[in-house]
């Protein structure tokens, strides 16, 4: 199965790019975040002509929002409400046997402290929340589990362009890194872009806009993931970070990540 992830940033300002990677990569499934749109609105009829006729969303007007676009039948779908929100930040299908997580974790504002910042909260409280649920949900069994999309926190030190200069930048604190590690630790989680680039070496799939060259600057931070459970590691083929979907007009401001797994 050949897997997308992308921050979109607005799936109908983007549509056009969206079916510029359907053409040129053409993978089973594709995962967005960052719809920004209501499922009314979606842009269903260009999406399922392009060959993408199996499609579960939850939408809402101008923030969040997710879908899973496939050409492979669904076998099961459902959506989530995560920390007593309905805002549209997790969505899962079952395909080919496995459940596939569909996730936009919280960016959680400018200030990382709880204290005055509830958007930092909320991203914590969500964190957490996940940390207990996947293993809740699936420990004990042989489900095959995938999570994927804009988890907005950059782990490692390479993570991002400059561990030090980051380290009270919301993304790459030390509270957020930790939580997220938690959450990786409590399910086994396999980071699938650090089983090909090793963690000594930079690795990003976000330039902000205010970079004027986001190539020259490279001022980037590794913002969107692929996580499999055990089971998926040894099926792990190919990976890429499609930084060039970033150099085209009007892009998204995040690079989609595909990879290939042998299910």
Request: aromatic share 8%; glycine share 4%.
């Given at each position: ?5 992308w ?19 053409s993978?089973?499934?594709i ?20 060959g ?39 969505i ?12 936009y ?16 909260a ?13 293993p ?9 589990v995938?999570?994927v999309?804009?988890f ?17 930048v ?7 890194v930790?939580?997220l ?20 070496e930079?690795c ?5 806009y ?8 490279n001022?980037?931070r ?22 060039g ?19």
């Open positions: 199965m050949k897997l997308v992830t921050n979109i940033n607005s799936v109908r300002l983007r549509l056009p790019l969206l079916l510029q990677l359907m053409d040129e990569y993978p089973d499934v995962c967005l975040q960052e719809t920004k749109c209501q499922d009314i609105h979606f842009p269903r009829e260009e999406i399922e002509a392009a993408y006729t199996h499609i579960h969303i939850k939408g809402m007007k101008s923030y969040n929002g997710l879908a899973v676009l496939s050409k492979i039948p669904f076998e099961e779908t459902d959506i989530y409400e995560r920390v007593g929100r309905d805002d549209c930040r997790h899962s299908v079952k395909i080919k046997g496995v459940y596939l997580h569909n996730l974790i919280p960016a959680g504002g400018d200030e990382p402290d709880v204290t005055i910042n509830e958007k930092f909320h991203k914590l409280d969500f964190v957490d929340e996940l940390t207990s649920w996947f809740n949900t699936y420990k004990g069994s042989e489900d095959k995938i999570a999309g804009d907005n926190i950059a782990p490692l030190e390479h993570d991002v362009w400059s561990h030090k200069q980051l380290l009270k919301v993304s790459h604190t030390p509270i957020e930790e939580k590690n938690a959450m990786k630790d409590a399910f086994s989680w396999v980071d699938v872009s650090r089983e090909f680039i090793p963690e000594n930079k990003y799939s976000w330039w902000s205010r970079n004027r060259d986001w190539k020259k600057s001022r980037g590794r913002l969107d993931h692929i996580w499999v459970s055990e089971q998926l590691k040894n099926g792990l083929k190919d990976h890429e970070i499609l930084s979907m970033r150099d085209q007009e009007k892009p998204s401001d995040h690079a989609p990540i595909i990879v290939e797994i042998a299910l």
